[in-house]
């Protein structure tokens, strides 16, 4: 216990440095209030919206997004990283198909996904699926093919089925790899939905900020910054401690 709030504190130190530099430059006069207000505004701000069912709605439609667009890349992305590792022809189709496609900056697609989908939750949730399901196909692709075959072998010699070697050898073993693939998603996810948001939303924490822009409220645009933020600390947290959990028996628990 002692360890883990060591730790924690070690990782808000650099965070609590930059807003008490932030806080001062504000009460230093060196930037205008109207501008950069002060994080001291912008947390009262937030702890206020935080008691109204209006903000809490908004948070609750990014979540929703968010998580849906996460799940559905994390199940193509296991999907398609187990087929191209697993198989040699579904690699020589898949390989290249990432090659072309990972590159390209998914925010681009949004407009057309919008002309498909709408401009409700399915063309939002696309977009973030389309944009998280890549690291986490990369870092199953790359576990899976790093499994030693000779385990593979002495499995299939045992008599267990191809079915069985992916779900009992080949998923464990790539968990670790797996498992990073995910908290990289995650981020991803975070920045792909708020920009979403932004772009056409009637509801959401990026269509808060828009609208606070376009009125010239500042702390009230900041508001949904630090939401996002917040919200993706606490859901990376719940990651890295589910990893912890699924991997004491790798001798890996950071």
Same mark, same amino acid.
């Given at each position: *216990? ?29 930037? #205008?209030?109207?501008? =950069? ?30 998580? &849906? ?14 087929? &191209? ?7 020589? *189709?898949?390989?290249?198909? +990432?090659?072309?496609?990972?590159? /390209? ?9 919008? $002309? ?19 690291? /986490? $196909? ?7 093919? *790093?499994?030693?075959?000779? =385990? $593979? ?12 070697? +992916? ?25 792909? +939905? ?26 009230? *645009?900041? +508001? ?8 993706? $600390? ?10 912890? #959990? ?9």
């Amino acid at each position: *216990m002692a360890r883990a709030l060591k730790l924690a504190l070690l990782h808000l130190y650099p965070v609590a440095l930059l807003l008490a530099a932030w806080e001062a430059s504000v009460a230093a006069g060196l930037v #205008r209030k109207i501008l =950069l207000p002060a994080p001291s505004a912008v947390f009262a701000r937030l702890f206020e919206l935080l008691q109204t069912a209006a903000f809490l709605e908004h948070v609750a439609q990014t979540l929703v997004r968010l998580s &849906a667009g996460l799940a559905i890349a994390t199940a193509l992305g296991l999907a398609l990283g187990l087929a &191209a590792a697993a198989s040699h022809p579904a690699g020589r *189709m898949i390989q290249p198909l +990432v090659r072309v496609l990972a590159p /390209i900056p998914k925010i681009a697609l949004y407009p057309a996904l919008i $002309l498909i989908l709408g401009f409700d939750h399915a063309s939002k949730i696309a977009l973030v699926a389309a944009d998280a399901v890549f690291p /986490i $196909l990369f870092a199953t692709y790359h576990g899976a093919r *790093m499994v030693e075959p000779k =385990l $593979l072998w002495s499995a299939r010699a045992a008599g267990t089925s191809p079915r069985a070697c +992916v779900f009992k050898i080949v998923l464990p073993a790539a968990l670790p790899s797996i498992l990073t693939g995910f908290r990289i998603a995650l981020v991803i996810s975070c920045v792909v +939905v708020f920009l979403a948001e932004m772009i056409s939303s009637t509801d959401g924490l990026g269509h808060l900020l828009i609208r606070a822009a376009r009125a010239f409220r500042t702390v009230d *645009m900041f +508001v949904p910054l630090v939401t996002i933020s917040l919200l993706g $600390l606490a859901l990376n947290a719940l990651v890295a401690a589910g990893r912890r #959990r699924l991997l004491a028996g790798y001798g890996e628990a950071r």
